[in-house]
């Protein structure tokens, strides 16, 4: 059976973790920030688990990382 195709851009949206456990970048941090406060926008940075709803889709999407 041929290798399945990755999705280029889920594959640089998206990192699993040792546990199976997908990391997302979190939204509303690309612009408009000026009336965003320091500690909200830092609070952005970070990384977190996307919903169990959308693991199921996100790893169809990259078999293969």
Not at 8 to 32: C, D, E, M, N, P
Not at 51 to 58: E, G
Request: glycine share 4%; charged share 35%.
């Amino acid at each position: 059976m041929p290798k399945q195709k990755s999705h280029s851009s889920s594959k640089k949206r998206y990192k699993i973790t040792g546990t199976g456990k997908v990391l997302r970048a979190q939204a509303f941090k690309k612009h408009i920030l000026t009336k965003k406060s320091t500690k909200r926008k830092r609070n952005l940075r970070k990384s977190i688990v996307a919903s169990p709803a959308d693991t199921r889709v996100i790893k169809q999407l990259i078999p293969y990382k």
